[in-house]
């Protein structure tokens, strides 16, 4: 957390989260090749802001500026187990923790095996309930290419809503895409959570 006025760094130690099928964990250097081969896949990274990895070398990378982000407080980045069988589906992140404006950025990606079965959903949850609880937002903010309907989904379900479009705000491989933006408010999660059918559970 950067504090605007005393210009102080304040880590934010990363969590671990369970929920009903799955534990939310901080990454460590075991996990290099499980994430090099989630962020090296080109049809898990088909709409994704960055092409896929090339080298191991930014595994590593990926690892140091987790480590960085609980160190500056800049946010939390999980990796993500399925209990059933201890194995690596995917990531979730909070980013851009603003502690002035009591805001964040939400983020995930998740192996081709995983999708579809509400796995994204419940990892995002268990994160948002962990931050609104921790951190007093107000509000997360998030990003879905917009010809990603399955992700934007996942958001909906969450309670974001849809705030806008940024034309052509990413070009990957020369490829220009747009971006919808999708907002949560506390309030709007606090509403939600009232619902026991949709309520976040942490184990």
Sequence with gaps: MIDGAANSVVSLPTPTLRTARLRLRPFTEADTDAIFALQSNPRVLRYWDAPPWKERGQAARFIARCNQMEQEGSGARLAIERTADDRFIGWCSLMNWDAVYRSAML???????AWGQGFATEAAGALLQWAFNTLDLNRVQSE???????????????GFLREGTLRENCIVDGEASDSWVYGLLRREWEQLQSHQTTKVKLL
């Design 144 to 158: 879905a290419d917009t010809r990603n309907a399955a992700s934007g989904r996942v958001l909906e379900k969450l």
């Design 107 to 113: 983020g995930y990606c998740f192996d081709g095996s």
